[in-house]
């Protein structure tokens, strides 16, 4: 990988920041690599992210400084209205649930996706790179035992060259946890919406018995939905209807110790 930085024509490289234990990692394993600084990291804020999130960029802003990298660049989506500059916003103008809920990851392109493109594409760096013909360097955490999302992944596109360095270098959870160890950094703890669709009935627990008023959000949103073809934030369940039938409290690990990339 270092030979990417050794050409002579201008180069960018940036990397895709989510704030979990994947990209955390990728800094870890850059720095052992004695690799160059990246030119930007992007972490995309849907305003959804969970404190611990917001705490942890904190955090690894601060290891950043102290071993050369950029600061990590925030980035959301554009938006008309203040309702729209958040996905929950935007759920609750329009009497709807994430596009998760539905089988589609339009909220991810929307609010994850599209806020990156739209800061590359302002980028000088960048400009120059695409003047010259080359194209920008990404780097995305795909850990090395997620075959399924890699392995069909784009190498690139029309601007960019896609690199998972953790495919590369063969790291899968356990590896990405002792990098993090090794960078004296927290686990990241669980990195999503607190009121995404994805989440498990342990997870939503664990939302519950951590942050309760995050919880109860998430609730109103689902009851603000307008729902015809499906009953919740769990697709098939209503996270309230779950929440009130359970007989008795499950214990949960905190969302703040799930390691989630």
Not at 148 to 169: F, S, T
Not at 204 to 226: G, H, S, V, W
Request: glycine share 8%.
């Amino acid at each position: 990988m270092l030979d990417l930085f050794e050409q002579q024509y201008p180069q960018m490289h940036v990397l895709c920041f989510g704030g979990g234990t994947d990209s955390t990692a990728i800094l870890g394993g850059w720095k052992e690599r004695g690799l160059p600084p990246f030119d930007a990291i992007l972490f995309a804020d849907t305003g959804g992210e969970r404190p611990h999130t917001y705490e942890h960029v904190k955090r690894t802003n601060e290891w950043l400084r102290a071993n050369g990298q950029p600061q990590i660049t925030m980035v959301r989506k554009a938006a008309r209205t203040v309702d729209d500059a958040t996905l929950e916003g935007n759920c609750l103008r329009r009497g709807s649930l994430p596009g998760l809920a539905y089988g589609f990851k339009t909220c991810s392109q929307k609010y994850k996706m599209q806020p990156q493109e739209k800061w590359l594409n302002n980028s000088e760096q960048a400009k120059v790179v695409w003047k010259v013909g080359g194209k920008v360097h990404r780097y995305i955490g795909y850990e090395f035992s997620e075959r399924r999302r890699w392995a069909k992944a784009p190498l690139e596109d029309d601007k960019c060259i896609n690199h998972y360095p953790l495919v590369e270098w063969e790291w899968s959870r356990p590896e990405c946890i002792d990098a993090i160890k090794r960078m004296r950094l927290p686990l990241p703890g669980k990195s999503s919406c607190f009121f995404c669709p994805a989440s498990t009935k342990p997870e939503i627990d664990a939302l519950k018995n951590t942050y309760p008023l995050l919880f109860q959000r998430a609730l109103a949103m689902e009851d603000n939905a307008i729902l015809k073809t499906v009953k919740g934030l769990g697709r098939r369940f209503s996270w309230r209807d779950y929440a009130t039938t359970k007989e008795e409290p499950t214990v949960t690990p905190c969302l703040v110790c799930v390691d989630e990339s």
